[in-house]
Each structure stands twice: as C-alpha cells, then as structure tokens.
C-alpha cells in the first residue's frame, strides 16, 4: 500500500497521551498511533548486542580493514557482546587440535592463531569496561569416535567438515578437562595439560559469562540428555579449576532450532546435577528471502519475525515455570540470504541491510515485552570471497553488520548503535496502541494461517466501553476487507456464536483459531476474521486486519524522557504525523543514511517521513 506525503491538521492534547499519525492512500481517515505516557506495560531488562564470530576479515596479519572492524566494534559500546571462533577456522577456535602423544609424553595446546582474533576482540569489548559472553564452541573432532581430526593448516581456510563422529564413553570427561584448562588459561594466566605440564603466559581475564557449545543439536549426534550431562560436567571442572569462586554465569544450548524438547529439559532443574546453575539459556532466529536483491521481498522478513515471536514467547513461558531465575539470550538475530555462501551471489544492496535492521528493531521491544533479557545481532563480519586477503570463501555477506571492504558500520550497524544509546534496561515500555482512524464504528482483526495459528485479541479503547457486536466471524477462506467480508467456501461452524458467546459485553476477550474450531479443510491455509464494534469509541484488534506498515513503540528512558521508536516495515515511503513533533528531533536511519550515523533532524512540522525500512526515534 502506498504512503502519501501528506501534513494532517490533526491535533490531540490528552493528558499523558500523544498521538501520531499515518495517512494512506485508499484509506478515508488516517491511522493513528496512541502512547500513554502514563501506563507503563512493562521495565526493560533486556541489552541490545551482537555476536561477532572469528572471520579472517579480523586476522590482523592478513586483513587491511581488522583494526578498523575493531574500531567500530569499540565505537558500538555493546554490553555482553557473544565471541564465538566457531568450527570453520579449526585453528582459530581449537586449542589442542591433535591428542596427546603418550609416547613422548607432549601435546599440541597452542594459541597462535587463538590469540589474534580473541585479542581484537576483548580489546575492543573487555578493554573498553564491557561484558563479552565467549564461546569456543568446537570441541577437538580428536575426542569423538573418528580418525580422522584433520585441519586446514591456514587459519583462514574454511573447513566446515571439521566437526566428525559421535561421543564415545569417555567424550564427557575430554572436553570438560579441556574447557577446564582452556578456560583456566583465559582467566588464570595458566593450566596443567595431560602430562603435568604447566602452560602459562594466558591473558588473565576477568570473565563473567561462558556459553556452551552453539547449536548442539547439529552437533556430533548429541540429544538433550547427552547436552546436560556434557553442560554439568563442562561447568563442574571449569569451577574446579578456574572458577572457584563461582563468578562466572553459564549460558547454556544456543539453539538453532528453537526446540522446546531442548529447551525445557534444559531448564528443568531437576534433570542437572546438584549445585549446577541454569544462568542462562539462549537461542538463535534468523529470517530468509528467496531474492537477494528485491526490496519487496525483505517485507516478508516481518510476517517470519511475527511466527518466531511465538516461539519465543514459549521460550519465556517455560522459563517463568521451571526455572524463573535463569536469563534468556536470542545471541544470534538477523537474516540469511539464500545462497549467501555462493561464490557468485549476488551483493545485496544498501536497502537490504536497512531491512535488515528493522526487523531487529521491531523484534527488540517485542521480545523486551516478553522478558528476553540479551538480543544480540549477528554479526559483525561478514563477506563474498576476497582472494587478495586470503578470504577464498564466502562467509554469510548478508548477516554483516559492517561492510567488509572499509570496516565501516553498514545500516544494520547503525540501527543497533542508535538503539543502544537509545534505549537500556530500566526504561519502561508505555502503552502503545494503533488504531485505523476509520470514520465507522467498527474495528477488524485476522490471524493468518500463514503467519502461524494463534489467539485474537479484541479490545474497547474507551474507560468502559464493551464489545457491543459481532458483525463477523468466520475460520477458514473468508474473502473480503474489513467492512465488507464473506464466507468462503471453507468455513468451520459456530464461530460466531462462540465468538459472541465470549466477547459480547466485555471491554476485552481472546479468541483462539486453530485447533479451537478444528479443520474445516485439510491441506488449505485458514484464516480467523472477526468484525466487531465497541459500545462507544474505536476498539482494536491485535492482530489487525488493517496493519499499518509502521511499527510504533513509546519509551519512557531514565523516568523522565519521552521516546518514539518508530519502524517502517514497507518496501514504499511513509508517512505520519505526529502532533507537537515541531521543534523536536528525530533520529534516522535509511538508505540515505547508508554506512554513515543517523541523520538528527529538527523537524520543522509535525509530519514526519519515513524512507523504505527506516528506523527512527523522535525525541520528544
């Protein structure tokens, strides 16, 4: 839907209320954005960060552009920020990539090609008073049952056959005593190998967070219950030996699947040893399109960040039941392109990574709202093969944060940084609401089947108002736009009369779609709609049937500042207005803006324009 640039005399001074407003073309009233200053949803505990994982765009030998990707790393500020020398780089990410040799009594522990990489890192992070979250997720292939543990001789070559076989009888006690004595290098300065050899020379840091292992479900033929054991033995001997003070938090899984028959087991205490702490679990979303370069086609990274905030919020509600204490980490956020490791994709350009960028700024108050407390974007380095820097292989362009050829922060970046100096823990989430601005008395809602079968809520906006009529209802092919709907061929019965039975009456109610009204046609994508009218004033559906294609969260920041994150989640311009904008300054992020800071404007009206994909927060 096209988005007119358009002033609207619209004006709204309500105590604690400042409304904001989008006009459409085809629409005969404006839609409108209601924050209430005065209603707080909900206390932040959430950080906005990133995972950087080792890259040979970071190999200070071989690559021009590390020290400025560790510039910009630095200029970021991130708080808990997730390093993870993942299993491509053997040599980057493995200590002891060859068993010990019991005939000569000596081992192969070596942390050249470990150091450069780690270093840049906690330079950049650690250095700079910062919280990091490591992650040194291959194990030595040589502790599983294979014989072959070979590995690319240059640390820049990708091998992503590395990881082979499956855990034998004694694979536990291997690589808990190998995290112990990597981790007691790390933070003690030295460690005792097999043969009673003590290694020093460690850089002694003051770690307070460890994750373990990163998507195990893909890892050498582990199940839940072989994860725990490994998890319970992994944190048991890095407390006896580099942590015996137990300062250091555990993050456990980092799902790739997002699995609750990982997750709840998991977090279930009663399936740990005695005294193992669940500090944290975390898990990974990344969104895709099938066109690498089609700006309309980002549009569906939305719709897919919609499905995955149900699993998160399944996430959040086993978390609240089992193991209320333990904190929830999404450490790998963004999209993949399809094909992004071809050697012949094509560069997505500038407006993708403004897309991007929004659908991690519109999944970060979401999922604030739920309870998530760390959201890291992945992830900073990222490029298409570059030979002359010894970069053979391509490695995930389209989830870069900063642009491989200068080291300088892409949009992606940008967004990030602006919503951490933005936005911290403590700030409180307000009462946002959208409503269609519709002349008429009546409000609609649809759950789309291909979104992901969920509940419909229903709301009166008015102190007192009730839902006075079901105009409405129907699961299954409705045809039709709100105003104006018809019963499809497909058609589950007794929905209306369920609905009313449940709504009629009431200032609010949730209505469930499938399995609730069963499966009034196999193998066909159904729809839940309902038209409903309120006994005075609008009312609002979630989710609507007439979504607006802006995203509008209000902040209240340190108690006292006044905050609109705005998002546009359209492929087109749009526009709002925002009444006592004038004078104010907004905060944006577009593809003008490019790999430069946000653009700080001092709107001189109250309509504010919003590029394709643009971030904004206005300032009031």
Not at 363 to 381: F, R
Not at 552 to 564: D, E, I, S
């Amino acid at each position: 839907m096209l988005i007119i640039h358009t002033e609207m005399a619209v004006r709204s001074y309500v105590a604690g209320f400042v409304s904001l407003a989008i006009l459409f073309i085809g629409c005969t009233a404006n839609a409108t954005v209601t924050v209430d200053w005065n209603t707080t949803e909900y206390i932040s505990r959430t950080t906005t960060t990133l995972q950087v994982v080792a890259n040979p765009l970071l190999n200070v030998k071989t690559s021009p552009v590390a020290k400025q990707f560790q510039a910009s790393l630095k200029a970021l500020n991130a708080d808990l920020v997730r390093y993870v020398p993942w299993y491509p780089y053997p040599k980057v990410g493995v200590a002891e990539l060859d068993p010990p040799n019991y005939a000569t009594k000596t081992t192969s522990w070596n942390f050249t090609d470990i150091l450069p990489q780690l270093e840049l890192f906690m330079n950049a992070t650690y250095g700079n008073g910062k919280r990091v979250v490591p992650n040194f997720s291959t194990q030595p292939t040589w502790m599983y049952n294979t014989k072959d543990w070979s590995y690319p001789t240059d640390p820049n070559t990708v091998d992503r056959a590395y990881p082979k076989g499956d855990a034998t009888a004694n694979t536990t006690k291997l690589v808990a005593q190998y995290y112990g004595r990597l981790l007691s290098w790390l933070v003690t300065g030295e460690f005792t190998d097999e043969f009673g050899v003590t290694h020093r020379g460690g850089p002694k840091y003051n770690l307070t967070h460890w994750e373990v292992y990163n998507e195990p479900e893909h890892c050498h033929g582990l199940t839940p219950d072989m994860y725990i054991q490994q998890y319970d033995a992994i944190v048991t001997e890095i407390r006896r030996v580099a942590d015996p003070d137990h300062r250091i938090k555990f993050v456990g899984l980092a799902l790739e699947t997002r699995s609750l028959d990982w997750m709840t087991p998991f977090l279930n205490p009663y399936n740990h040893a005695e005294g193992i702490p669940i500090d944290a679990a975390s898990f990974h979303f990344y969104a895709g399109a099938s066109n690498r370069t089609n700006p309309v086609g980002f549009e569906a990274f939305f719709p897919q960040a919609d499905a995955f905030l149900k699993q998160a919020a399944a996430f959040a509600a086993v978390r609240d039941d089992l193991s209320p204490n333990t904190l929830l980490s999404c450490d790998e956020m963004g999209v993949i392109l399809s094909g992004d490791n071809d050697a012949s994709a094509v560069v997505p350009p500038t407006i993708y990574y403004n897309a991007a960028g929004a659908m991690y700024a519109y999944l970060v108050p979401h999922m604030t709202k739920m309870g998530i407390e760390i959201l890291g974007a992945s992830q900073l380095a990222g490029s298409p093969p570059i030979p002359e820097w010894d970069i053979p292989e391509a490695q995930y362009p389209s989830v870069a944060l900063v642009n491989w050829t200068t080291g300088e922060g892409n949009p992606r970046y940008w967004v990030l940084k602006m919503l951490i100096e933005e936005i911290a823990p403590g700030d409180e989430l307000v009462t946002t609401t959208i409503t269609s601005g519709q002349s008429s008395s009546y409000f609609c809602g649809m759950v789309r089947g291909e979104v992901g079968y969920g509940d419909m809520s229903l709301k009166c906006n008015d102190p007192g108002a009730t839902i006075s009529s079901i105009d409405f209802a129907a699961f299954g092919t409705p045809t039709g736009t709100c105003g104006d709907y018809h019963r499809g061929t497909c058609d589950a019965s007794n929905v209306t009369a369920y609905v009313k039975e449940r709504c009629l009456q009431q200032p609010s109610c949730t209505i469930g779609s499938y399995p609730l009204f069963g499966d009034p046609c196999d193998k066909i994508i159904k729809n839940l709609v309902i038209q409903a009218e309120c006994s005075s004033g609008s009312g609002t559906a979630t989710p609507s049937a007439t979504p607006s294609n802006i995203y509008a969260q209000g902040y209240l920041t340190q108690g006292v500042h006044k905050k609109v994150l705005l998002i546009n989640k359209a492929s087109t311009p749009s526009s709002i207005v925002v009444p006592g904008a004038c004078g104010h300054v907004l905060r944006t992020v577009d593809e003008a803006t490019g790999c430069t800071p946000p653009r700080n404007d001092t709107l001189s009206s109250d309509t504010v324009s919003l590029a394709p994909f643009a971030v904004a927060v206005l300032v009031l």
